[in-house]
């Protein structure tokens, strides 16, 4: 690890003051990607700016959605009953990431922006369009078993590791930044980036932008929303395949949903041609079958993860039909 | 700098790049608390920051700073074995015993987490207040502390026992 300076700031405003005046900074929150990151040299910041002690509320929104700080740490997002019982399939899937120890730590804030945990990102012997813009990429010839089939490029085939994140962008979260050019909201739909020729660059966030918090807005169908990932072992893996699902019926026909997937996208992947093929259609076998696979046409599977667009329909369409079932049940009770 | 360590004020001036776990056993020689993977992947290093469980090797202890952090050598209380302690003993919760200061901070913190009702990713209902314990909560919710020894049946009974003496609560095998 290369030596840092370390300021310690009192809010966002300080931290992007100390940015601006220090080279290359970096902002730490619970240090549990970062850290390990800069173990490896794969990080090397010359100053690290603790933001741990933004805000650490979530507060409710007069419209019935929540603000969470960007400081909250990921365990304390999880057990607020508010997010249990409103949000569960955020619950879930933050409960779904990581350790317990690690969920102590992290913090909101940090998930959004870890890094991937390609391996060959992390092995600095090896060639990396994301550690080393114009290196190349090993992993495209590498072993791709835990790499993206959406959103991929002859760049970069890294996969986003965020749990959480996949909840997010099914909730339509917004996030809320701080940077020296005052304050901005930015969809979390928009807030990761395709890799295409710059994979180096992952998010909208411009240079000393911060993170202050994540807004869910109220959203009644997410009552019975939920996370289900599929990972190599039972507990402490990341995944696979993720997928994040809601809908909302009227009668027959297929209202509303939401649909995200977590372990195929280079970001956290909204389905929105699943999406688009559901809505105002009935709620039929056949309807899910037709919107899994506009979904998947996208698919760009390597041999090492071609089984991941089959394990992908199969979850969708589990999960969906599930949801379904819960709907009509929930309307009836 | 200064952390308030087992009780015991601390103090010392360490580079940013010291970890907590480094500073536990290099500077405090707590050697208690072990280091397996330093990446946050074996739970070697657990222990309890203000009661919560944590991984030492990925925290600096410049962010710790003013923290009260618990370690193995901080479980017993007055020469007495801190219950977790005794029921790992009780129950062979253990063979080299490498992994076990981190598996029993771990413990620990996982207790407080029940007692605050908090979920795992195997509680069914969570919007339910109380969680319901079985088995497999007590295994996801110590699925951040590795045993190459595989003494994990051991170490599920024990937490088990405890839970069992402490909380009333009784859990299946």
Known sequence: MNAFDYHQAADGTQAIEQAVRCQQAKYLGGGTNLVDLMRETVERPQTLIDVTRLSRDITDTDGGGLIIGAAVTNAALAGDARVRRRYPLLARAILSGASAQIRNMATVGGNLLQRTRCAYFYDTATRCNKREPGAGCDALEGFHRYHAIFGTSSSCIATHPSDMAVALVALDARVHLRGPAGDRQLAITELHREPGERPDLETELQPEELIVAVELPPLAMAVHSQYRKVRDRASYAFALVSVASMVELDGDTIADTRLALGGVGTKPWRAWQAEAALRGQPATAATLAAAVDAELAAARPLPGNTFKVELARRLMIAELSQRLSDARNGGDA | ?173
């Open chain 2, 1 to 173: 700098m200064q952390w308030t360590i087992n009780g015991q004020v601390r103090e010392a001036e360490v580079d940013f790049r010291t970890s907590l776990l480094d500073l536990l056993r290099e500077q405090f020689q707590l050697s208690g608390t072990k280091k397996g993977c330093n990446q946050g992947a074996c739970g070697a290093c657990t222990v309890l920051v203000d009661g919560e469980r944590i991984n030492a090797c990925l925290a600096l202890a410049v962010q710790y700073q003013g923290r009260e952090i618990t370690t193995v050598e901080g479980l017993a209380e007055h020469g007495k074995l801190h219950p977790v302690q005794a029921a790992f003993v009780e129950h062979d919760g253990f063979q080299c015993g490498y992994c076990t200061p981190g598996q029993l901070c771990s413990a620990v913190g996982m207790i407080g987490e029940l007692e605050r009702d908090l979920p795992s990713a195997v509680t069914a209902d969570l919007a339910a207040g109380q969680i319901e314990w079985q088995r497999d909560e007590l295994r996801e919710r110590m699925s951040g502390n590795l045993c190459r020894c595989g003494a994990y049946n051991g170490i599920a009974d024990a937490i088990a026992a405890v839970l069992a003496e402490e909380l009333g609560e009784e859990i299946a095998r």
